[in-house]
C-alpha cells in the first residue's frame, strides 16, 4: 500500500515568512510523529499526535512552532517568522498502536531552506 | 530519559564482505525496542531491523542481523555480503514500550556513515 507522503519535497523561504509541511500517513495508523534532522543536532522529536490530540509535545522548539492534524489523518507543521536556524530536513513518520506494531515508518521528508 | 550513541562516524567496507555497526544506549526503562534504521541519499528512513527488548533471540533479517546484549546494553548491527546499496547513513534508535493505544518517540543516535565499495 502507499507510504507516508510529505510535501512540499523542498521549500526555500526568506527569513520571517511562515511556512507549512504537510504529511499523509499511512492509512489507518493511528500515532504520526515530526521530527526534524538538521547538520548541528541531528535527528530530533518535535511532537507527536494520537488520533487528533498531541500528547507530546516536547521537542517543539519554539512558540513558532505548531501543529495540528485533523480527521486522525493529515497533519500540518507550521513555522512562523522563520529563522535561518530552521533550516532542516522535516521528516514526518507513523505507525500502528497495536502491541507489537508500533513500528515508525517514514516519509521521505521535508527539505527547508531558509534564506 | 534515554540516550543512544553510536561511536562510528564513518566506515568503509568492501562489496561481499561483512561489517559490524556499533550501538550502546542507556536507560532505566525494562521494556523497549531498538531499531536499526537506513537513510540513502535519497534521505527517505528505511527499517532495517527491529528487537524486542523481551527477546533474546536476536532478530535476522536477511543478510542483516544484530547483537543484542541487554545488560551490557549493546545493540550492533551486522551486514554480511555487503552490497554497493548498503551504501547510506545507519540510524541506532529506542524506542520505549508504551502501552496498546499509547504511542512512543524515536531517540536516535548520530549515524554511521557506511560506504560499501569495490
Known amino acids: 500500500g502507499a507510504g507516508v507522503s510529505q510535501s512540499p519535497s523542498n521549500k526555500v523561504t526568506e527569513k520571517g515568512k511562515d511556512v507549512e509541511l504537510r504529511c499523509d500517513p499511512i492509512?489507518?495508523?493511528?500515532?504520526l510523529y515530526w521530527y526534524r534532522q538538521s547538520l548541528g543536532q541531528g535527528l530530533e522529536f518535535l511532537i507527536y499526535?494520537?488520533?487528533?490530540?498531541?500528547?507530546?509535545k516536547s521537542g517543539l522548539p519554539s512558540d513558532r512552532f505548531s501543529a495540528e492534524r485533523t480527521g486522525g489523518s493529515v497533519s500540518t507543521l507550521t513555522i512562523q517568522r522563520t529563522q535561518q536556524e530552521d533550516s532542516a530536513v522535516y521528516l514526518c513518520?507513523?505507525?500502528?498502536?497495536?502491541?507489537?506494531?508500533?513500528?515508525?515508518?517514514f516519509g521521505p521528508g521535508t527539505r527547508l531552506l531558509v534564506l | 530519559a534515554q540516550t543512544v550513541t553510536q561511536s562510528q562516524p564513518e566506515m568503509s567496507v568492501q562489496e561481499a564482505e561483512t561489517v559490524t555497526l556499533s550501538c550502546t544506549y542507556d536507560t532505566s526503562e525494562n521494556n523497549y525496542y531498538l531499531f536499526w534504521y537506513k537513510q540513502p541519499p535519497s534521505r527517505q528512513m528505511i527499517l532495517v531491523i527491529r528487537q524486542e527488548a523481551y527477546k533474546q533471540q536476536n532478530a535476522t533479517e536477511n543478510r542483516f542481523s544484530v547483537n543484542f546484549q541487554k545488560a551490557a546494553k549493546s545493540f550492533s548491527l551486522k551486514i554480511s555480503d555487503s552490497q554497493l546499496g548498503d551504501t547510506a547513513m545507519y540510524f541506532c534508535?529506542?524506542?520505549?514500550?508504551?502501552?496498546?493505544?499509547?504511542?512512543?518517540?524515536?531517540?536516535f543516535g548520530t549515524g554511521t556513515r557506511l560506504q560499501v565499495t569495490l
Open positions: 513518520a507513523s505507525s500502528l498502536t497495536l502491541a507489537g506494531q508500533e513500528t515508525q515508518y
Open positions: 534508535a529506542f524506542m520505549k514500550h508504551g502501552f496498546t493505544g499509547t504511542a512512543s518517540k524515536l531517540t
Open positions: 499526535f494520537q488520533g487528533n490530540s498531541a500528547p507530546d
Open positions: 492509512s489507518g495508523h493511528t500515532a
